[in-house]
């Protein structure tokens, strides 16, 4: 992975969505002192089934202020689309755009927009529709004349983002290799979604974040490593 960067932006779908192995990755670049910032587009509301939507999106967005700082994230953003309906489209990109303008990032960060998780495991609308919306704001948030009412608030283009990193991708190009001290972040960062795994699963918790860390870490190398699909700009 490229390294000559400060600043990033990571968007995804969920509260949970970057603690599946990325924020491994997410625990090394921050203890190298570099500026990570988190985007969610929803609230995370209708992902537990026995809470009520109005219940559940606080405590999901607690749990993932939470997670984040574990891994050394302080600034978490929510849009407040609805959670399970999220529109790919012009509504979408502008947000996403007006928030890449707002950090001003060289790296953007989302997990698997591609209709599967490779063969026929199907990925969800969600994680479609922001993948793919990040792909495409990169390029509009440096276009004026896109989105010029970004302009008109104060919000300046930013041409600055070099490269956009997809985790969880079944076509991964570059990979972060990952420590013991990054792997322990990660599992304590998955755990902080504990009302969220605890409806998922009848594992105990920690077994259940350690075996999913573990998993997805793993390389044919030997190594952890946290795999992802580089789009360059």
Do not use: K
Not at 9 to 22: F, K, R, S
Not at 89 to 114: F, K, Q, S, Y
Not at 173 to 192: I, K, N, P, Q
Request: glycine share 8%; charged share 25%; aromatic share 8%.
């Amino acid at each position: 992975m490229p390294d000559d960067w400060t600043r990033a932006l990571a968007v995804v779908a969920h509260p949970d969505d970057l603690e599946y192995g990325t924020a491994a990755a997410i625990a090394r670049w921050t203890g190298e002192g570099r500026e990570i910032s988190y985007l969610l587009a929803t609230r995370g509301e209708a992902g537990i089934d026995i809470l009520d939507p109005a219940e559940a999106a606080p405590l999901r967005e607690r749990e993932q202020r939470a997670s984040a700082a574990v891994v050394g994230v302080t600034s978490v953003e929510f849009l407040g689309h609805r959670d399970g309906v999220i529109e790919y489209g012009t509504v979408l990109r502008r947000d996403i755009a007006a928030a890449i303008r707002r950090h001003r990032p060289e790296l953007l960060i989302t997990i698997n927009h591609r209709d599967t998780w490779g063969g026929t495991y199907w990925n969800t609308p969600d994680h479609r529709a922001v993948g793919r919306a990040v792909l495409d704001a990169a390029a509009d948030a440096g276009n004026r004349w896109i989105f010029p009412e970004l302009t008109a608030d104060g919000l300046a283009p930013w041409n600055g983002v070099r490269w956009v990193a997809v985790s969880g991708s079944s076509s991964p190009t570059h990979s972060v290799g990952v420590d013991d001290t990054h792997l322990e972040a990660a599992v304590r960062s998955l755990l902080e979604h504990r009302t969220y795994i605890e409806a998922l699963t009848d594992q105990d918790p920690e077994e259940y974040c350690r075996d999913f860390v573990a998993q997805v870490t793993s390389s044919s190398g030997g190594r952890a490593a946290v795999s992802f699909e580089l789009f360059t700009r």
